[in-house]
C-alpha cells in the first residue's frame, strides 16, 4: 500500500477544476485566522478551522458546503489575503507533483478593505507569481468564474475582466476563460446565457458547472452552448435523471469532463464512489480529468483522488498513468504547452507502471 501511495505522489498530474477558495488548506486557514486577529477586526467572528473543511469520512448537503465558502469568504476580504491564499494553493498543488493547474475564482471587491475586482484579480496574479518565483515548475492559468446567482450585468462585467487580462495577464498566469459555478439550485441560466455568448465570441475558452443536480431544462441552456468542459456532469445520464439527448451531444461533440469524485461523495450528489459516473465515461473512452475541486473544503488532493479511482474501479498503475496524461489534451493551453508537458510525462514514466 505505501507503494502504490508512492506512485500516485510522484506521478505527474493535471488540475483542471480547482476553485481558489475552496483549495485553502487547513495550514492556511490557521494563517488567516492569525492574520485577521492580528489586524484586531471586530466586525464579524471567525470561524474556527474546523468549519471550513469536511473530514474524511464525513459528508454534508451541496447546502451546507456552499454554507462553508461564505465562512471562506469572510477569511479572504482582501487583497494581502487573496495574495496568500494564492501562493500557498499553488504551492501545495506543486507539492503534490501537480505539473499544470487551472484555478478558478469569482472576482471579487470589498469596498471596506478597498478591493475592487481589478485588485482582486492582480492579488491572485501576484500570488501565482510569488508560488513560482523559487524552482516550482508547474504551469499556471486563470479562469474567471460567474457565480450563478450573478446579474447578467455582473456577468458580462466578468467576460469584460477575461478578455482584458487574458490580453495583458503576464506570461506565468495568463487568464484563458471562464467558468460558470456556485449553488446549482440558484440563479437564472437564461439571463446570463448572453454574457457566456459574448464570451465564447471574445475567444474565451467554457468551463461550466452542467447537470451537478436534476436540472434538465438548465443542462439543456449549457449544453446547446458546446462548452469546452463540463464540470461534474453528474446528471447528464438518463440513469441518474439526465437524458440521453444529453449523453449523445456530449459524445458527438467530445466535450471532456471534470470529474469530482470525492466533492461529490461528500456533497451527497452521489451515493458513493461505486456509484460515481466516472465509470459510465471511463469505460465509454469519452475524455474526462481527475479533478480536486476543492481539495481544502474536501480534505482530498489530487494524488488521494488518482488513489480513490483506482481502488475503487480496479485501474491499473499504468492505466491510471495514461489517464493523467490524456488531461494535458484538455487543458485550456497553447500546443506548445501541450506539448511541453507531453514530454514531462515522457521523460518520468517510469519502464513499468505496475
Same mark, same amino acid.
Given at each position: 500500500?505505501?507503494?502504490?501511495?508512492?506512485?500516485?505522489?510522484?506521478?505527474?498530474?493535471?488540475?483542471?477544476?480547482?476553485?481558489?477558495?475552496?483549495?485553502?488548506?487547513?495550514?492556511?486557514?490557521?494563517?488567516?485566522?492569525?492574520?485577521?486577529?492580528?489586524?484586531?477586526?471586530?466586525?464579524?467572528?471567525?470561524?474556527?478551522?474546523?468549519?471550513?473543511?469536511?473530514?474524511?469520512?464525513?459528508?454534508?448537503?451541496?447546502?451546507?458546503?456552499?454554507?462553508?465558502?461564505?465562512?471562506?469568504?469572510?477569511?479572504?476580504?482582501?487583497?494581502?489575503?487573496?495574495?496568500?491564499?494564492?501562493?500557498?494553493?499553488?504551492?501545495?498543488?506543486?507539492?503534490?507533483?501537480?505539473?499544470?493547474?487551472?484555478?478558478?475564482?469569482?472576482?471579487?471587491?470589498?469596498?471596506?478593505?478597498?478591493?475592487?475586482?481589478?485588485?482582486?484579480?492582480?492579488?491572485?496574479?501576484?500570488?501565482?507569481?510569488?508560488?513560482?518565483?523559487?524552482?516550482?515548475?508547474?504551469?499556471?492559468?486563470?479562469?474567471?468564474?460567474?457565480?450563478?446567482?450573478?446579474?447578467?450585468?455582473?456577468?458580462?462585467?466578468?467576460?469584460?475582466?477575461?478578455?482584458?487580462?487574458?490580453?495583458?495577464?503576464?506570461?506565468?498566469?495568463?487568464?484563458? !476563460?471562464?467558468?460558470?459555478?456556485?449553488? @446549482? =439550485?440558484? $440563479?437564472?441560466?437564461?439571463?446570463? &446565457?448572453?454574457?457566456?455568448? %459574448?464570451? *465564447?465570441?471574445?475567444?474565451?475558452?467554457?468551463?461550466?458547472?452542467?447537470?451537478?443536480?436534476?436540472?434538465?431544462?438548465?443542462?439543456?441552456?449549457?449544453?446547446?452552448?458546446?462548452?469546452?468542459?463540463? !464540470?461534474?456532469?453528474?446528471?447528464?445520464? @438518463? =440513469?441518474? $435523471?439526465?437524458?440521453?439527448?444529453? &449523453?449523445?451531444?456530449?459524445? %458527438?461533440? *467530445?466535450?471532456?469532463?471534470?470529474?469530482?469524485?470525492?466533492?461529490?461523495?461528500?456533497?451527497?450528489?452521489?451515493?458513493?464512489?461505486?456509484?460515481?459516473?466516472?465509470?459510465?465515461?471511463?469505460?465509454?473512452?469519452?475524455?474526462?480529468?481527475?479533478?480536486?475541486?476543492?481539495?481544502?473544503?474536501?480534505?482530498?488532493?489530487?494524488?488521494?483522488?488518482?488513489?480513490?479511482?483506482?481502488?475503487?474501479?480496479?485501474?491499473?498503475?499504468?492505466?491510471?498513468?495514461?489517464?493523467?496524461?490524456?488531461?494535458?489534451?484538455?487543458?485550456?493551453?497553447?500546443?506548445?504547452?501541450?506539448?511541453?508537458?507531453?514530454?514531462?510525462?515522457?521523460?518520468?514514466?517510469?519502464?513499468?507502471?505496475?
Amino acid at each position: 500500500m505505501e507503494a502504490k501511495q508512492s506512485f500516485y505522489r510522484k506521478l505527474p498530474k493535471v488540475e483542471l477544476h480547482a476553485h481558489l477558495n475552496g483549495s485553502i488548506s487547513q495550514s492556511t486557514i490557521y494563517k488567516l485566522i492569525k492574520y485577521h486577529k492580528d489586524k484586531n477586526k471586530t466586525d464579524f467572528v471567525l470561524p474556527e478551522a474546523w468549519q471550513v473543511s469536511i473530514a474524511k469520512g464525513e459528508q454534508r448537503s451541496l447546502e451546507d458546503c456552499f454554507d462553508i465558502f461564505k465562512l471562506i469568504h469572510k477569511l479572504v476580504d482582501d487583497t494581502n489575503a487573496v495574495k496568500m491564499v494564492t501562493r500557498d494553493v499553488v504551492q501545495e498543488f506543486a507539492e503534490d507533483g501537480v505539473r499544470y493547474l487551472e484555478i478558478r475564482t469569482t472576482p471579487r471587491a470589498n469596498t471596506q478593505n478597498g478591493m475592487s475586482k481589478t485588485a482582486y484579480i492582480d492579488a491572485v496574479l501576484a500570488g501565482v507569481g510569488e508560488a513560482l518565483s523559487g524552482d516550482s515548475d508547474i504551469i499556471v492559468k486563470l479562469l474567471l468564474s460567474i457565480d450563478r446567482r450573478q446579474s447578467f450585468q455582473d456577468a458580462i462585467n466578468t467576460v469584460e475582466l477575461a478578455s482584458q487580462y487574458r490580453d495583458k495577464s503576464p506570461p506565468h498566469c495568463s487568464v484563458v !476563460g471562464v467558468d460558470l459555478s456556485g449553488d @446549482p =439550485s440558484a $440563479g437564472d441560466i437564461p439571463e446570463l &446565457v448572453p454574457a457566456l455568448t %459574448q464570451a *465564447k465570441k471574445n475567444g474565451l475558452k467554457l468551463a461550466l458547472h452542467v447537470a451537478e443536480i436534476v436540472n434538465n431544462k438548465d443542462t439543456e441552456s449549457l449544453l446547446a452552448l458546446l462548452p469546452d468542459r463540463i !464540470g461534474h456532469g453528474t446528471y447528464l445520464l @438518463p =440513469s441518474k $435523471g439526465g437524458c440521453q439527448q444529453f &449523453v449523445d451531444m456530449v459524445q %458527438q461533440h *467530445k466535450i471532456p469532463i471534470e470529474m469530482c469524485l470525492t466533492s461529490n461523495v461528500k456533497g451527497r450528489t452521489v451515493a458513493g464512489y461505486l456509484d460515481h459516473h466516472f465509470k459510465y465515461w471511463y469505460d465509454a473512452n469519452h475524455p474526462i480529468s481527475v479533478c480536486t475541486d476543492d481539495k481544502g473544503v474536501f480534505a482530498s488532493d489530487l494524488s488521494d483522488e488518482y488513489s480513490i479511482v483506482a481502488q475503487t474501479f480496479g485501474l491499473s498503475n499504468e492505466e491510471v498513468w495514461t489517464l493523467s496524461e490524456a488531461a494535458i489534451d484538455q487543458c485550456f493551453a497553447s500546443d506548445t504547452t501541450k506539448q511541453q508537458l507531453k514530454r514531462i510525462w515522457k521523460d518520468n514514466k517510469p519502464c513499468s507502471s505496475n
